[in-house]
């Protein structure tokens, strides 16, 4: 196949852990062309097709494909060719590109889109990236969530405050743990947390009951092509950190799901890849799920790492086979 990755400039990619570059290594032992390109770079013009404007071909070092699980690599890859290419003409296009979900994410959806008109086969589906934002994704399955309050009121939030006592807030557009602030009963700080986030009323924010059991992590579980990873990522807050995301300094534990995982991960699944959502990362604390991430779920390689479990061979076998049901051709 050939596969062009849309994802942020390669001289961001951490090899020892990022999940893009598994998934890259994994297409390439298979022998499938790995092509690249960034948001800024997909165009339209009248009279032709959404194009990747300079993507570029990559082949990666043999030390790259040979590199076991948690290598960091200093050199993994060769531009062997740069040309505009055509979405359509690409057997797979996969939208690789972290958040946050802002404008600039919510147009390329739009011309991802147009690029699926045009005979593109793009994972995941750009419509349901639109239509499953990683924080708001969680009220459709609110059997599986903490109590929520999504609001620009201060008055609204200092209720919810007052009935809950212990709580998280937290911007909608946010990732790797930003922004995000406990308060406890004795409400210090709620007003100046309320000003920075909302911003005097002109920006949403979503606040959620406090779930101690983050104490044990907060899981990221994998679900791919409709079905649970078996293992989760626990990432556990450090020192006097209530957040447990890996950019905050969270450690990452991989482990088996529980029950309550496989509960939700089994009903969320199915629902989800009809979609069109190939990839999707849940986050769990204790039994409640706290986002859906569909943008770029990562944790691949410390799954991996932890468990022998390649996460990685499951994606681009969903990926082929995704691709074969869609009427092409894994070549």
């Not at 194009?51 to 290598?71: D, F, I, M, N, R």
């Amino acid at each position: 196949m050939k596969i062009l990755f849309v994802a942020d400039p390669l001289s961001a990619f951490n090899t020892y852990k990022d999940s893009t570059f598994a998934m890259m290594r994994e297409a390439a032992r298979r022998g499938h062309e790995l092509w690249v390109c960034e948001v800024p770079d997909l165009l339209w013009v009248s009279g032709s097709r959404v194009t990747a404007h300079g993507a570029k071909q990559l082949t990666l070092t043999p030390e790259a494909v040979a590199s076991t699980a948690g290598t960091k690599l200093a050199v993994w890859h060769e531009v062997t060719a740069t040309q505009d290419l055509i979405l359509a003409d690409t057997d797979a296009v996969l939208m690789r590109k972290d958040p946050p979900f802002d404008s600039e994410f919510f147009y390329a959806t739009h011309l991802l889109e147009q690029a699926e008109r045009e005979g593109a086969k793009v994972f995941n589906k750009p419509a349901a990236l639109r239509d499953h934002p990683e924080k708001l994704a969680i009220l459709e399955f609110p059997q599986f969530i903490s109590p929520t309050l999504v609001t620009r009121s201060a008055a609204a939030i200092r209720a919810f405050h007052a009935e809950h006592q212990d709580i998280i807030l937290k911007p909608l557009d946010g990732m790797g743990g930003m922004g995000i602030f406990r308060v406890k009963a004795d409400a210090l700080n709620l007003g100046s947390i309320i000003e920075t986030l909302n911003k005097n009323g002109a920006q949403s924010v979503m606040v959620q009951r406090f779930v101690p059991e983050i104490v044990q992590g907060d899981k990221r579980i994998l679900l791919i092509g409709g079905k649970p990873v078996p293992y989760s990522l626990a990432r556990i807050p450090q020192g006097t950190e209530v957040r447990g995301n890996l950019a905050a300094g969270g450690k990452g534990v991989a482990q088996p799901l529980s029950d309550d995982d496989r509960r939700i991960a089994e009903a969320l699944a199915p629902v989800l890849a009809q979609r069109g959502l190939l990839l999707v990362g849940l986050d769990v604390i204790g039994d409640k799920m706290t986002e859906i991430n569909v943008t770029s779920p990562t944790c691949f390689q410390e799954i991996m790492q932890q468990t022998g479990f390649d996460v990685a061979a499951v994606f681009i076998d969903a990926l082929e086979a995704g691709v074969a049901a869609a009427g092409g051709a894994a070549r």
